[in-house]
């Protein structure tokens, strides 16, 4: 680091017309070069070379490494070294990184917001694509999606292998009303992230249940919003396994009359951390129903705006273990059992 100090009212290192016989701010040792930084250290002025690349003070231009201010050109001088950004040199020659499209392919996976998020495989933002990376298994994989995408579904989505499928909030995998979205049999531990699950329905040949989700395995969903789905029990979610929502929201599905649980039927083991389940309707448990002999363990959740004719919050059986903490229970509708 190369630093000019300055005193007796001399300049050295080219610079003039600067009073540095004292100096108490900063300010006082401007030397009019837009490539230097000023100090004001112990009295007298210090003059710091910025490194070349550097953005020239007043915008314009880029420093060369030696204390002057030179044209960026066509850019190759606003290089930030990161994959994600475009780096481009505007007509008043100033120097500009823009973030990449999302979904842009960079070393270690795909670019989201301007940086590379690693992942271990990528693949293409569609239907066969989803299927691809759970035969790949393992993962993280991501999916090249060029913002948010809305990917629909030619039938449900069987995760039969142990994966972790990222969405980086782009993916929106969507049953179009036809079909569950997703299954999750037993032996297969899987999670998805950053991801929508919406418009699955279940019917009679599915079978009638979980019509976003049925998971007979083990399943973490984190950051995901799973809405707008419907079947017989467990609009949003049927649950036969151990299931994990982390800051998570389960709104908007219902269930069909005489069904029971709108956002989610448990008959294993479900772990809610953070996120919401709300605005869910069924004839019977609005938001959540736990079964007789099933576990239900909630913390700072929100369960509200569910409707219900009766428990149209939270719907907890004899013989069936529920523990909420620090959760809000507000707003839900019901002829019995409001909250």
Request: hydrophobic residues 30%; charged residues 15%.
């Amino acid at each position: 680091m190369f630093f000019v100090v300055v005193a007796f009212g001399t300049v050295f290192g080219g610079c003039s017309d600067v009073n540095t016989s004292t100096c108490t701010i900063n300010t006082d040792c401007d030397d009019g070069n837009d490539c230097t930084i000023d100090a004001c250290e112990g009295g007298q002025c210090a003059f710091e070379t910025e490194p070349a690349d550097a953005v020239c003070d007043g915008g314009a231009g880029v420093c060369d490494g030696a204390g002057s201010c030179v044209e960026c050109n066509d850019g190759s001088h606003c290089d930030d070294s990161n994959e994600c950004t475009v780096d481009s040199c505007s007509a008043a020659n100033t120097c500009s990184q823009m973030p990449a499209p999302d979904g842009a392919q960079c070393t270690a996976g795909v670019c989201q917001s301007g940086e590379c998020s690693e992942f271990e495989n990528v693949f293409p933002c569609t239907d066969q694509g989803i299927r691809d990376a759970i035969a790949e298994g393992g993962g993280p994989h991501g999916f090249a999606c060029e913002g948010s995408t809305i990917v629909a579904t030619n039938g449900e989505i069987q995760i039969d292998n142990s994966v972790i499928l990222d969405g980086l909030d782009n993916l929106i995998v969507d049953g179009q009303g036809r079909h569950r979205v997703f299954f999750v049999p037993t032996t297969v531990t899987a999670e998805l992230r950053r991801m929508t699950v919406r418009r699955g329905r279940a019917n009679e040949s599915t079978p009638n249940s979980g019509g976003g989700i049925h998971n007979a395995g083990a399943l973490t969903l984190t950051d995901v919003d799973v809405s707008g789905s419907s079947a017989f029990n467990g609009g949003g979610v049927y649950n036969e396994g151990t299931f994990a929502l982390k800051d998570s929201t389960v709104s908007g599905n219902d269930a069909s009359f005489p069904g029971s649980a709108g956002g989610i039927y448990n008959t294993g083991m479900v772990t809610v951390t953070g996120g919401a389940v709300s605005g869910n309707f069924s004839s019977f448990a609005g938001g959540i129903e736990n079964s007789a002999g099933a576990t239900l363990s909630m913390s700072d959740c929100l369960v509200s705006g569910n409707r219900a004719q009766s428990a149209a919050g939270i719907m907890n059986h004899d013989r069936a273990f529920a523990s909420v903490t620090d959760c809000e229970v507000s707003g839900n509708d019901a002829t019995t059992g409001v909250g």
